[in-house]
């Protein structure tokens, strides 16, 4: 009985927290003009704050950084922040959805739902990441990803400047990877480069 090849990477999805600007600073700036797969981010951001991220990586990335509009298409090379107090969401159609539903986990944007979500509309196509934090979120979301079929990863907790969010990633879905930030570029690198695609299934 032959082993099915993976599915090839269709979206990458990241979560972070407390810590993220440096975490994500080390990684979304090494990903090439070109690269073939939407990237969509939700970071914890206070609801009432005017959000800087999306400008401060766009001054730093190859790729196209800004936030979503409501009903957007995901898009190759493209990164997507959430929106301050807006839950980010991908719809069946693989387009963005804004929500004003209710906090996850304390938090709107929150990462469990844009996981599951992405999860739903990509299936075995998608890529998890959970980094540093200071609480639960994504560990729910890390789990969904899995069970559709999906690479689950996860900072590696002794690297993360706040490790609680990568264990409780790792308590509720042990067989995630556990990566470094240098590891988890080589991941996203090899996923946008299908002469690579046997590497992310290693």
Avoid: W
């Avoid at 298409?73 to 387009?95: C, K, N, Q, S, W």
């Avoid at 706040?162 to 264990?167: G, T």
């Amino acid at each position: 009985m032959t082993e099915s090849a993976p599915s090839p990477p269709r979206a990458v999805v990241i979560g972070a927290s407390a810590g993220a600007v440096e975490a994500l600073l080390h990684v979304l700036p090494q990903l090439p003009r070109g690269y073939p797969l939407p990237v969509l981010v939700v970071v914890h951001v206070p609801p009432q704050r005017r959000n800087v991220l999306a400008s401060l990586f766009a001054a730093r990335c190859p790729l196209d950084v800004r936030e979503p509009d409501d009903k957007e298409p995901a898009a190759p090379g493209t990164i997507l922040f959430a929106p301050p107090d807006y839950h980010m969401l991908v719809e069946a159609d693989r387009t963005i959805s804004l929500s004003v539903e209710g906090p996850v986990q304390f938090s709107r944007p929150s990462i469990d739902v844009l996981f599951e979500s992405a999860a739903d509309a990509y299936g075995p196509g998608l890529i998890g990441a959970v980094l540093t934090g200071a609480n639960h979120d994504g560990a729910e979301g890390l789990a969904a990803v899995a069970a559709a079929g999906g690479m689950a990863i996860v900072q590696d907790p002794a690297q993360a400047a706040y490790p609680v969010m990568p264990e409780a990633a790792l308590a509720l879905t042990p067989r995630a990877e556990r990566l470094t930030l240098d590891g988890l570029v080589r991941r996203l690198l090899a996923a946008g480069d299908p002469s690579q695609a046997g590497e992310i299934s290693r």
